[in-house]
């Protein structure tokens, strides 16, 4: 946290031993007090010119030895979720489109053609050679490229507005993830919100539909909601939405339908099932209006109505409590679809400029992640059908109030419109106060002074997002770059054409150093900074002296706790006079630092230093709670690496069952021969493949424990008394591809207590239809659980 709000100016961490502290000092005094400078609109003054934390971490936080490790490890974590964040989209692309291939699949219904195109889906990337490995020529002028894209955002955002929806993918994948991909980097965060502000100012602009703005599926759309897939935006609803719909998920027969239609056929349902037959006065299928009259009907909606619109308060209040965890970037786009639409339409009323806040921060935010939690990872599993409902209607009701509602197409829902009434001005206060937070541009200009002063911007890049850039780059050449002596039109032009998309197994990730061509480096940086930003000597005087002093009272706090108001010259000395020579030489330095500050009119001995203590006195305050807000961080980022990468199982997983089944397909209608780096689920290969492929034979039995099974979620319930179930064991066996029989058995007994026959295709259509639970009389298998289990037993083992 610290260290890399330091860090992403561009400067070293600090050395231990006192030689090198004050150099290090001023050139980071330097820096902080430039960007803070920026932040103050250069007022003059001493008094006015206050270099304190509220910008930025104090120096003397830096060389804090208590929370090395911390901020060390909490950089680590950051880069890796950085990292894993992007794995996770590409997987995600993968299985999203497999989904409705599969889909089609289970049904007959796909060209064996387009199940060559599937298997490509399953390739691991950049595994293989490639011969298509740009020299270093052409390496360094990607590179020169690569620097004018990400540090002018502007290019990006033309691209963004000008593809196509199919093109918009992959083009996502590099900026946000590759371009732009180090989530909790300042400089490239800023970036990425400078393309932001381009793409939706261009789309204000030529927008006619101001309703439908930001509500439509366009790549602009499309590419806000991938920004909040983001580690930033993942931990904040883990940590806001998680417990909630966690507690209610709990709940499975709780069923708060409130669609009349829906409740009377769920009540015509119930009196068949427990009379076996209706009563003449009710009819099977009415209409809505019938329905909605039904006095049985609105007695089974009124006490649901009234507990669904509690839940939904609950929900509300839980998202408006947590203002000042949401993501930065996040506010920021607000803030600017706020001004936008102030500026497009003037005479909007407070009520329509909240709509469109809305529309982003709970329809391309919250509202998917409620609706479907197992793939915001906010649960282990997809929730049952009443809770998922519910979860809809509370998204309804939500969504309801941040637009204006419109009930012509869902009327059951105007009945929760005293929700939305009562609500009104708490969610407008909410949406505004969300777009109160501070701009970055100063900010911004600094790290780029710094940015061309490092020689270690590095992108880890994959060829075909190198090669699929510059395609869509040189397709829009004209566009981006008009005039000859455009710098992107030289490069591009001296980069020569564009490479074809390499395999999966070629696409291997590379390592591409950026660098500006046309900037010269700043040589002297601290001279430099000094006379952009009207910083004198007596500044960084004035912040060493500061930052010493801090260090000082940390070593000795009995000075601080001995003090209502801290006594400078008494801190001085006793340091001065301590056994360690550390402190002596800090405490000697300090006082002839006091006298240089007095000499030149900055601070006064007659009111006891007042402006200086009191700056002190505020970085002690922050760095009290520092070592405990580090610790809490490095904790949530621990949760948010670890729930990503349980996302990254799951989604291997879920790629392992769509392989498994595809080869199979494959295998019984002749399109593939069975070799021993293609087989599914239940096929056996036997040495080489030959010319007639022998007919599978059985796999199995394999034997696992009613334990086992238990401990690893496969059984969700069982009936099986707790004193029996140390003696039951199932065995399953494959005898065909993608069948497998299940056999439950009793310790002793020669004869299987239960059969039963499983299909993959069944089980895969189960999941389709986020059927969690498989039925087997004693026990209930988690679909998912036992996909993956066949996957590890009968598919990975033949690897």
């Not at 950049?126 to 955002?153: A, T, V, W």
């Not at 996040?330 to 102030?342: G, P």
Request: glycine share 4%; hydrophobic share 35%; aromatic share 6%.
């Amino acid at each position: 946290m610290v260290d890399g709000m330091v860090q992403s100016y561009g400067y070293p961490r600090a050395t231990a031993g006192p030689a090198g502290t004050t150099s290090q000092i001023v050139s980071r005094a330097v820096a902080a007090a430039a960007a803070n400078n920026h932040h103050s609109g250069r007022k003059s003054g001493r008094t006015s010119k206050r270099y304190s934390v509220s910008a930025f971490y104090s120096m003397a936080a830096e060389q804090d030895n208590e929370v090395e490790d911390e901020l060390a490890q909490g950089k680590d974590l950051k880069s890796k979720i950085s990292a894993q964040s992007k794995k996770n989209f590409v997987l995600e692309r993968d299985v999203r489109y497999l989904d409705s291939r599969i889909a089609l699949l289970i049904q007959n219904r796909i060209a064996l053609s387009e199940q060559n195109e599937m298997v490509a889906h399953f390739e691991e990337h950049g595994e293989g050679d490639s011969d298509s490995y740009p020299d270093d020529r052409k390496m360094q002028l990607i590179g020169n490229l690569f620097f004018i894209l990400q540090s002018e955002p502007r290019h990006i955002a033309t691209l963004c507005r000008l593809v196509s929806l199919a093109e918009i993918d992959s083009l996502l994948q590099t900026v946000m993830f590759t371009l732009y991909g180090n989530q909790y980097e300042s400089r490239e965060e800023h970036l990425l919100l400078t393309m932001f502000q381009n793409v939706l100012a261009a789309q204000f602009e030529t927008s006619t539909e101001f309703g439908s703005l930001l509500r439509a599926n366009t790549p602009v759309s499309r590419m806000m909601t991938t920004y909040t897939r983001r580690g930033p935006g993942q931990a904040y609803l883990k940590s806001v939405l998680s417990e909630k719909i966690n507690s209610l998920v709990e709940h499975k027969d709780l069923n708060l339908e409130i669609n009349p239609l829906k409740v009377y056929e769920q009540m015509v349902a119930q009196v068949e099932h427990d009379s076996g037959h209706l009563p003449p006065d009710m009819p099977r299928s009415v209409t809505p209006e019938i329905a909605a009259a039904n006095p049985n009907v609105q007695a089974i909606i009124q006490p649901r109505l009234k507990m669904l619109m509690e839940i939904a308060e609950s929900f509300l209040t839980t998202i408006i409590a947590s203002t000042d965890n949401v993501p930065y970037g996040i506010r920021w786009i607000c803030k600017q679809i706020r001004s936008l639409t102030k500026r497009k339409s003037p005479n909007a009323s407070e009520f329509s400029v909240c709509s469109m806040i809305g529309g982003f921060f709970f329809l391309r935010f919250i509202n998917p992640a409620i609706v479907t939690p197992r793939a915001y990872m906010l649960m282990d599993n997809v929730p049952n059908k009443h809770p998922r409902r519910t979860l809809t209607l509370i998204a309804k009701m939500l969504q309801n109030l941040a637009n204006r509602p419109s009930y012509a197409k869902e009327s059951y829902m105007l009945p929760t419109n005293p929700f939305v009434e009562n609500n009104k001005q708490r969610i407008n206060k909410f949406l505004n106060e969300l777009c109160e937070v501070s701009d970055f541009y100063e900010s911004l200009e600094m790290d780029q002074y710094m940015a061309l002063s490092k020689k270690d911007i590095v992108l880890n890049i994959t060829l075909n997002e190198i090669y699929s850039t510059q395609s869509l780059v040189t397709q829009h050449l004209d566009t981006l770059a008009p005039k000859e002596k455009d710098h992107i039109r030289v490069l591009v032009n001296e980069i020569g054409p564009t490479v074809s998309q390499v395999s999966r197994k070629e696409n291997k990730t590379i390592e591409l150093p950026l660098f500006s061509r046309w900037e010269v480096p700043i040589q002297d940086l601290t001279t430099a900074l000094m006379s952009e930003n009207n910083i004198t000597q007596n500044d960084i005087l004035y912040m060493e002296t500061k930052a010493i002093y801090v260090q000082l009272i940390r070593s000795l706090p009995h000075l601080a706790a001995s003090h209502q108001t801290l006594d400078l010259d008494y801190i001085a000395e006793t340091a001065a006079t301590t056994k360690d020579p550390q402190l002596v030489r800090k405490g000697i330095k300090v006082k002839d630092m006091l006298r240089e500050l007095e000499d030149a009119g900055i601070i006064d001995h007659r009111d006891r230093y007042k402006l200086l203590v009191e700056e002190i006195t505020q970085e002690l305050t922050h760095l009290g709670n520092l070592k405990e807000k580090v610790v809490q961080e490095l904790q949530s980022l621990e949760g948010v690496y670890k729930t990503i990468i349980d996302h990254n199982t799951y989604l291997r997983s879920q790629l392992e069952s769509y392989k498994a089944y595809l080869q199979n397909v494959r295998i019984q209608s002749g399109g593939e021969k069975a070799t021993k780096n293609s087989v599914g689920i239940g096929v056996q290969v036997d040495g080489a493949p030959k010319k007639t492929r022998k007919a599978p034979s059985q796999q199995g039995p394999v034997k696992f424990t009613h334990g086992q099974l238990e401990k690893d979620g496969v059984i969700s319930e069982s009936t099986v008394p707790e004193s029996r179930r140390a003696n039951i064991f199932f065995s399953i066996t494959a005898p065909l591809p993608g069948t497998f029989i299940i056999a439950m058995h009793y310790k002793g007994r020669e004869k299987a207590i239960l059969e039963m026959d499983l299909k993959l295709d069944d089980l895969l259509e189960k999941q389709q239809d986020n059927v969690e639970l498989l039925d087997l009389e004693y026990v209930r298998l988690n679909v998912s659980k036992i996909l993956n289990l066949l996957n590890k037993t009968f598919v990975t083992r033949q690897k």
